[in-house]
């Protein structure tokens, strides 16, 4: 009974699967060819560029169309989500593996409101949010919000009482950007609801504040304080934390009144998850075989840790089916001496290292 | 003979003052809360690394930029280039950056700007960056106004500079950053142009310098400036403040002068406090709007300055003609006071060659900073230290002197119960209301120190409510600023020499004090001496008594 319902979700998951995400911008578009010969033909292209990419979503396609730079932005954004999932499930099972010519860059793993699509979910809301706020200081997007923190009622322009930190708009545009797509009314558009505001806020909790005293004679009588963005990396690694830490929750609907939906824990003993804790609604997928079909590539080939007993491990990794150890001949760069700007001088170290491959 | 109008005014007249006055203190504090906005707004921006294609690099016409016509070559500092070298790489800067899409400019309200910058460096376990090491600028400012063409930008000023680098990492891995203190590049005391530019490089021109810095992948450029709002309303306080002042000042020189006696030493201080008031209210902040004067700055601090030496001399001097133990016949002078004043003329001086060296050379070098050499982060530190300790010793005198004051005043009042029981009620009251003066500077010295923590504790804005929103930090400095201007004006009104003696007086209604008239007159030892309260006459009735 058990293997039927788990048949039928796959077929219903796949039938879903035609619409990507917008993080697909991250895999190579057939189109970008056009979209790199000359900043001119991307000006006149970017209008066309939004429209054709199919797994936007009106609202977002609109978005996309705002500015000229947006694409490259929301490009960017993708890519550095994919890059820093990546880099955080390094020593996973499932090592964010992207599929090429697909409909969704991840294949279809993340059909499964899985703890890993709660993590994707929030690194790519965290890093659209990200990029953005960098574009706007870097002044290439215009389109930059300016709602000062002052009250209404003083005039807003700028030189009256400044602009909010580039971060709000990022926020902002994220918000706006990726919850688009995601529908309040279905148990899975509320999980990925509250995964993207995780993600927005993670970003906004890493921030760094710095301050600077410019009073009489240099002293803190007058002190002025802003907050720096913080590195992708950073935020990536909080949210990584929080997928360990990630809820299972299920979707209550509260009859009184108007329909309530909430998430809460799926037993009543853990704790409630609050609004920057990752929540997910079924358990992950079997990451240790192939599946063609939802582009779990396996663990089949991949290098373990043999000394690890965390999930790099090779007991862990290689979903006890035992690894292979081979002796291989190792380049690696040492003794490198950097030279400002651009050149990093180094040698070449060659060392013979074992290496256990996943059976 | 003479009191001074605090002592002849009946109790409902000076509630009637004291609650106009702070009712205009909480106007001040209020019009600062919900008109203005904050005092200083920031920017974060990016620097966009471009490329420099030009073979003369010295070339101070050739600019950097990535908005508008002419924008730069681009580069991506995260991949190696072979083909580059230090030289062709600027990080640009190109401020303000556009809201809204609009292109904002900067707008002569907005007064100064000052530029800190901020590296973020990639970790790379071959190549460590050292705790301390010292980074080497190159930066070029240049200028633009509205309506030139854009790619016209005009050579502000350029500097060679040296600052520390302060980093450290919590995760020692690749792809981190380092965590890099904020390096203060440079301080505009005027915003006179529209749109700036700041072009960076990192020279390498003997084999240690900028070498030990690491991999920069990033770097930052927050520009601080006041803003517009801000100024406005403080320029309107101002402008309402000065006439204000100069007015009272008039009022109180004029009834000196009607006296037959020359002015006394406290008088002649509250003149001269109330003339610094006036120097720090004169609102020349005006003439930025259609000149460019850098040197606003510098003047500020030295205004602020003399208003702060003037006020404590006369807090010490103050308490020294309360203290009671003067000869009468001796006409009482600042010379008297050497010793005392001393510490505030130190600290003053001190702060005051601090000062420029730090903005006073700034004014040629936007750029140079007193803290990047050892002699000057000592020299500095010399300065600073002692108008510190200048400072505490004058606190430490003027309490000592305070504290005199009180026993002085307690000692007399034990003899109290001796007199007629008229004159008993007056010297009571002349007592109440030394000590109500004294309450209000505590009050006030108090209000500014909690008002100061508070804003240093609070996380910039308040809420206390959710539709009031008051800007805290505005309201401090506004509710401050207003409350010295208010404590000096109040000074000026009750301690200008009463007319009482006249038959004539406004405040004939005041029965009490026509009694007290006649009850002072036949005193001998008040006649023609120079007294200006008549605490003093006081206590040396008391004697007599």
Sequence with gaps: MKLFWKVVCTLLLLAQAVMGNWWNLAAPPPQTQVGNTSLETFTTLHKENCHRLEFLVERQKQLCMLSDTMIKVLQTGALQAVEECQYQFRHSRWNCSTVENATDIFGGVLKFKS????????????????????????GELNECSCDSRVRKRTPRHWQWGGCSEDIRYGEMFS???SDSKEDKNTDEGLVNLHNNEAGRRAVRGRMQRVCKCHGMSGSCSVRVCWRRLPQLRMVGDALSTRYEGASHVKVVERKRGKNIRKLRPMHMDMKKPNKTDLVYLEDSPDYCEPNDELGILGTRGRTCNRTSAGLDGCRLLCCGRGYQTRVRDHEEKCRCRFVWCCKVHCEICRFKRDHHVCN | MTGTIIENLSGRKLAILVSFLLFCQVTCFLIGGLVAPMPANTQNILGTVCRDMSIVKNDTTKWYYNRGKGSCKTVDLGETHHDLSETDIVFAFQMPVPRESKILDYSRWQQNLIGVLQVDIKYHSQIEVQPRSTITIDARLAYRNKGDPEDQWKLYTQSVEKRHLDCDIDVKSEEYLYNCSAIPLFELGSLFHDYYLLNVRLPVETPTMNSHIGHIQDMWLTVINQNGGFTKVWLSLKTVFFPCIIGILVWFWRRIHMLQRKPVLLEKMLLALGLALCLLNMPIEYLTLHFDLPFMLLLGDIRQ?????????????????????????AQSSVKQYWRHLSAVAMGCISLFIFDMCERGVQLRNPFYSIWVTDIGTNLALTFIILAGISTGVYFLFLCYMIWQVFINISHKRQSLPTMCSVRRLHYEGIIYRFKFLMLATLLCAALTVIGFILGQVAEGQWKWDENIELEYTSAFFTGVYGMWNIYIFALLVLYAPSHKRWPVVENTSDTQNLSEEMEFSPLPSERGSSEISSLTSFIRKTTID
């Design chain 1, 115 to 138: 703890r890993e699509s709660a993590f994707v979910h929030a690194l790519s809301a965290a890093a659209l949010a990200h990029a953005v706020a960098r574009a706007c200081s870097r």
């Design chain 1, 175 to 177: 918000k706006d950007f």
């Design chain 2, 305 to 329: 300055g003399l208003f702060y030496a003037t006020l404590f001399s006369f807090w010490l001097i103050f308490a020294g003609e309360h203290m009671l133990i003067q000869d009468a016949s």
